[in-house]
């Protein structure tokens, strides 16, 4: 079964930068909307930022003018670039992928830790 791969994650400083990707392991319908949540120790998953095929993207209020989302269509991969990272951005980062006919991928997660 085709299932999204996440990476990237790993020990940043406060104010440093980390970039994640995802990708299928395999071949799959183009996507609609790809995503980036998190879930933090004790915390509900929440959604860090989408983007659409034809480009919309939105963030969350805690990572907007720190985080940049991307995609490329053909290969449906996504990325998130994070700069200026902060303690409270440490988590577990899922991918999300939804297909045009609503099937609904989920990655297994990469682990990021902000701290000194």
């Known amino acids: 079964q085709v299932q999204l791969v996440e990476s990237g994650g790993g020990l940043v400083q406060p104010g440093g930068s980390l970039r994640l990707s995802c990708a299928p392991s395999g071949s799959i319908f183009s996507m609609n909307a790809m995503a980036w949540y998190r879930q933090a120790p004790g915390k509900e998953r929440e959604l860090v930022a989408i983007i659409t095929s034809g480009g919309y993207k939105k963030y969350g209020d805690s990572v907007k003018d720190r985080f940049t989302i991307s995609r490329d269509n053909a290969n449906n991969t996504v990325w998130l670039q994070m700069n200026s990272l902060k303690p409270e951005d440490t988590a577990v980062y899922y991918c999300?992928?939804?297909?045009?006919?609503?099937?609904?991928?989920w990655g297994k997660g990469t682990l990021v830790t902000v701290s000194s």
């Open positions: 999300n992928a939804v297909t045009y006919s609503v099937n609904v991928y």
